[in-house]
């Protein structure tokens, strides 16, 4: 079957929907946590750690870690592991490596911070505040750990800079101002390559080699609307994904062809929250959003005059804002919605 056959074709959508009396299921595995869900990573190393941060509206919040086991479709919370944060953070990341040494999660939120995860406690590492004038500092949006060059974290702030950080220094390796307004997320391609999206409406590509120039490669049709979330492809990184604010809509873009998006994804019933390619395979993509679906996507190598359907769609209870692909078990997307995460096998 051609790919083009598969979009003009409206089948019905396999869905991996669980029902609502059943919590688990060799498919889904739930954790019910005691407060609302937001920032999620799933650790590339052996030991299935998934760290999960909670959003509450107030200075105190929790991250908790996890041991994820599909093998006993269990998500266990591990007590020695679970630490206070500063705000809610807006993203947390485990060291990229398989087997780094130490084990380093990163989370953002009013700074960038390095926690060294051991068998039995968490230690903070360091706390790295960009800010030469005061003790504050605006706050970061987004972050991504460069996966070729480990020592490197770039995050995004609403003070309109991305700043680059040598971690095993802890210094500041380069920040850099292209965008007019606050830069909502950011994402590594090659090692020296970085690319950030921006509520002025553009992806900016940068290459640290050079600087002073930054390439615009999508602008928002429409003046002013943000763009607030950006996935590279790291199984081809020709292409990455950007979403909109308020919009059903996931842009693919491919950086050969700036300006025209080679697809958009538009089955969302509502604004879309999340996407994350899949690990080990260039072709897929998933999409999570307000209307409580979490839709994973082939891309055809044609794309058909109606648009292109999702190849499985699954259902939660409410609004989901969040998804991680887990790249050590390509075969598992974990999701989070009010005080759940849920690791979905795909």
Not at 35 to 45: F, G, L, R, T
Not at 245 to 255: E, R, Y
Request: net charge negative.
């Amino acid at each position: 079957q051609n790919p083009a056959e598969i979009d003009s074709s409206h089948k019905p959508i396999p869905s991996m929907e669980v029902p609502p009396n059943q919590t688990r299921s060799d498919n889904v595995v739930i954790y019910d946590s005691p407060h609302p869900i937001y920032a999620m990573s799933i650790s590339a190393a052996s030991r299935r750690l998934i760290a999960v941060g909670s959003f509450l509206e107030e200075i105190n919040n929790r991250v908790d870690i996890l041991s994820f086991s599909d093998e006993a479709s269990s998500l266990t919370p591990i007590p020695s592991l679970s630490f206070d944060h500063p705000y809610p953070p807006t993203k947390l990341l485990f060291h990229p490596s398989p087997n780094p040494s130490p084990n380093l999660l990163a989370s953002s939120g009013d700074y960038l911070r390095l926690w060294n995860v051991n068998e039995a406690s968490i230690d903070a590492v360091s706390t790295l505040n960009n800010s030469k004038t005061s003790e504050y500092c605006a706050p970061i949006t987004s972050f991504d750990w460069n996966e070729v060059e480990p020592r490197r974290i770039g995050t995004s702030s609403i003070d309109t800079t991305c700043t680059i950080w040598d971690i095993e220094k802890g210094v500041v390796e380069t920040q850099l101002i292209a965008h007019d307004k606050e830069v909502y997320d950011i994402a590594w391609g090659e090692a020296g390559v970085f690319a950030s999206v921006s509520a002025d409406g553009s992806v900016r590509i940068f290459d640290l080699r050079d600087k002073e120039h930054s390439t615009i490669i999508y602008e928002s049709p429409t003046p002013d609307t943000p763009l607030l979330r950006l996935a590279w492809n790291k199984q081809d990184l020709r292409y990455m994904a950007t979403t909109l604010m308020d919009s059903n809509k996931i842009v693919i873009l491919d950086i050969r062809s700036p300006t025209m998006p080679v697809a958009e994804l538009e089955r969302h019933q509502a604004s879309v929250n999340a996407i994350a390619w899949a690990p080990q395979s260039c072709r897929h993509i998933c999409s999570a959003g307000d209307d409580g679906q979490a839709l994973l996507w082939e891309l055809p190598t044609v794309a058909g005059p109606n648009g292109i359907d999702p190849m499985l769609m699954y259902g939660a209870a409410e609004e989901i804002n969040q998804l991680q692909w887990s790249v050590a078990q390509p075969d598992w997307i974990a999701v989070a919605f009010g005080n759940k995460m849920q690791m979905l096998k795909v």
